[in-house]
Nanobody
Framework: QVQLVESGGGLVQAGDSLRLSCAAS????????MGWFRQAPGKEREFVAAISWSGGTTYSVPSVQGRFTTSRDNAKNTVYLQMNSLKPEDTAVYYC??????????????????WGQGTQVAVSS
């Protein structure tokens, strides 16, 4: 069992930066690959970025490449999403998720076993 708690969301202006954190409980955090998803009002939850259990591989959608970076600190049981050059279209509730699978796609919601409660990010123009 893993419990995930996101933090770091808020209201910012376009062009600003935010860093989201996702703190995980348990002693096996380093065994989990981690993903970030977001859900805007009236839309499906969508993949944003992911990082493998080792931290050696990262993935992200084209719309955030060059602006968002995901990283992890296994000693702190925490994964981060650094978001720069934020745009109004980045407004959403952001969720982190965890999976122990080594073969499922980290871009798919169904690959993840545990989810956080989400943190709101609002970007004004």
């Amino acid at each position: 069992q893993v419990q995930l708690v996101e933090s770091g969301g808020g209201l910012v202006q376009a062009g600003d930066s935010l860093r989201l954190s996702c703190a995980a409980s348990g002693r096996t955090f380093s065994s989990y690959s981690m993903g970030w998803f977001r859900q805007a009002p009236g839309k499906e939850r969508e993949f944003v970025a992911a990082i493998s259990w080792s931290g050696g591989t990262t993935y992200s959608v084209p719309s955030v490449q060059g602006r968002f970076t995901t990283s992890r600190d296994n000693a702190k049981n925490t994964v981060y999403l650094q978001m720069n050059s934020l745009k109004p279209e980045d407004t959403a509730v952001y969720y982190c998720a965890a999976t122990m699978s080594r073969y499922k796609s980290l871009r798919s919601r169904s690959s993840y076993d545990y989810w956080g409660q989400g943190t709101q990010v609002a970007v004004s123009s």
